[in-house]
C-alpha cells in the first residue's frame, strides 16, 4: 500500500478554509464600512469632534499607538469571554466577544480614517496595508468565481428589489 499523497489533506483543508476565511473576510470588510459611517455621525458631535481633530493631526508614531488602543482595551473582554465560554456559559461569552468585536471594529474603523495619512509614512504600516489590500482583493476575487455566491446575489437582489417595492406601497 502506498501512503495518501501528502498534498490530499492540505487540500482538503484549504477546501475547508478558505471558503470560511473569505466569508469572515468579507463580513467584517461589510462591518467594516457600516459601522465606520455610524461612527462618523457620531464624530458630529461636538466634543467628540474636538477629540477627533486632535487625533488626525497625531504624528505617525502617536497614530500607530492610537491606532491600536481599542485591541488592547477591548482584550480583557476578550479573555472574559473565552473564560466564560470554557465556565459553560457560552450565549454569555458569545455575546461579549460579539460586542467586543463589533466594538473594537467601530473603533479601528474610525481611528483608521483619521490616521491614515499619519499612518501612510510608516514603512511597516504601508506594508501591511498593501498586505491586506491584496488579501481583500483575492477574496472578492475568489467569492465572485464560485457559482454559488453568484446565485445567491441574483437572489438577494431580487428579494431587496421586492421587499423595497413592498416599503415603497405601504409607506
Avoid at 500500500?1 to 490530499?8: E, I, L
Avoid at 467628540?48 to 492610537?66: C, D, F, G, N
Avoid at 483575492?138 to 468565481?145: F, I, N, Q
Wanted: aromatic share 12%; hydrophobic share 55%.
Amino acid at each position: 500500500m502506498t501512503n495518501p499523497s501528502p498534498q490530499k489533506p492540505r487540500r482538503r483543508l484549504s477546501f475547508l478554509l478558505v471558503p470560511l476565511g473569505v466569508v469572515l473576510m468579507l463580513l467584517e470588510e461589510y462591518l467594516w464600512r457600516g459601522l465606520k459611517a455610524l461612527m462618523a455621525r457620531l464624530g458630529r458631535l461636538p466634543w467628540v469632534a474636538r477629540v477627533e481633530t486632535r487625533i488626525a493631526a497625531l504624528p505617525p508614531l502617536w497614530a500607530a499607538v492610537v491606532f491600536l488602543v481599542p485591541g488592547m482595551v477591548l482584550f480583557p473582554f476578550k479573555l472574559a469571554a473565552l473564560w466564560a465560554m470554557a465556565n459553560g456559559h457560552l450565549l454569555w461569552g458569545l455575546l461579549v466577544l460579539l460586542a467586543a468585536k463589533l466594538t473594537a471594529t467601530a473603533l479601528f474603523a474610525r481611528l483608521y480614517t483619521l490616521c491614515k495619512p499619519a499612518l501612510m509614512t510608516v514603512g511597516w504600516f504601508v506594508r501591511l496595508h498593501d498586505m491586506t489590500t491584496r488579501a481583500k482583493h483575492w477574496a472578492h476575487a475568489k467569492l465572485h468565481s464560485w457559482g454559488g455566491w453568484r446565485l445567491a446575489r441574483r437572489a438577494i437582489s431580487r428579494l431587496r428589489g421586492r421587499v423595497l417595492t413592498l416599503a415603497h406601497r405601504w409607506f
